[in-house]
């Protein structure tokens, strides 16, 4: 059942499932699914001005600079403002916090709920070595929880499968190191303002979602 009005930020270290987890929430509430990973690997792929400086970032596994994904972001934002939204991806560092507050209160919104979801850095390194992607519908595998009906092909649009450079193991482990460094203080950010949830992210997809939902309701 659509929540309207509802706005949520989800929070975990790469490979925690937020993605997986913030599609289905949306579509579950009826939210508009706003994931800045998304954003960029179309700007990359379109090769835009914005899509070329934040590549070399992506590559590397670094943050993209606060400014290129705010004005992202804002855009988005306008393009339907009659829905909640979930965002994921963003915040990652206290400043983009702030920031984020700042964009949100200039549109008269505030943040009702801010899920974090915990899981073991050792599993995510695991989780994304099996990880692969569709690069035309962006749909998301993994070789050993959400398989494909013929191996290597997406199931939605029949497109080969491949496996993103940043999902590389020594690219992980320095993305899991930026995260440690500047986005696990955002627990303590929200935690003071209130709204945040933290979910054990270690089990079924469907146990954690099912924990998500009834956190939200």
């Not at 690997?41 to 400086?53: F, N, S």
């Not at 596994?61 to 963003?90: A, M, N, S």
């Not at 008269?108 to 050792?122: C, F, K, M, N, S």
Request: charged share 35%; net charge neutral.
């Amino acid at each position: 059942m659509p929540v309207a009005g509802l706005h949520v930020i989800i929070l975990g270290a790469p490979g925690s499932g937020k993605g997986t987890q913030a599609a289905r929430i949306a579509k579950r509430l009826g939210l508009r699914h706003l994931s800045t990973g998304d954003m960029l690997r179309e700007a990359v792929a379109r090769k835009t001005e914005l899509g070329a400086e934040a590549e070399s970032y992506m590559k590397g596994g670094l943050l993209v600079p606060d400014d290129l994904i705010l004005g992202l972001i804002g855009e988005e934002l306008k393009k339907d403002e009659t829905r909640g939204w979930i965002l994921d991806g963003f915040p990652r560092t206290l400043a983009q916090a702030e920031a984020l507050e700042r964009l949100l209160a200039g549109r008269g919104e505030t943040i009702d709920r801010v899920l974090d979801i915990e899981v073991d850095p050792e599993l995510i390194v695991k989780r994304l070595a099996s990880r692969r992607v569709c690069p035309k519908c962006k749909a998301v595998y993994n070789l050993d929880t959400i398989k494909t009906k013929v191996r290597g092909t997406c199931d939605l649009c029949g497109e080969e499968l491949v496996k993103r450079p940043d999902d590389e193991e020594e690219t992980v482990r320095r993305r899991l190191r930026v995260y440690e460094e500047q986005t696990a203080p955002l627990i303590d950010f929200y935690r003071k303002r209130g709204g945040l949830v933290r979910v054990p992210g270690a089990g079924g997809i469907e146990e954690i979602f099912a924990e998500i939902i009834r956190v939200l309701k």
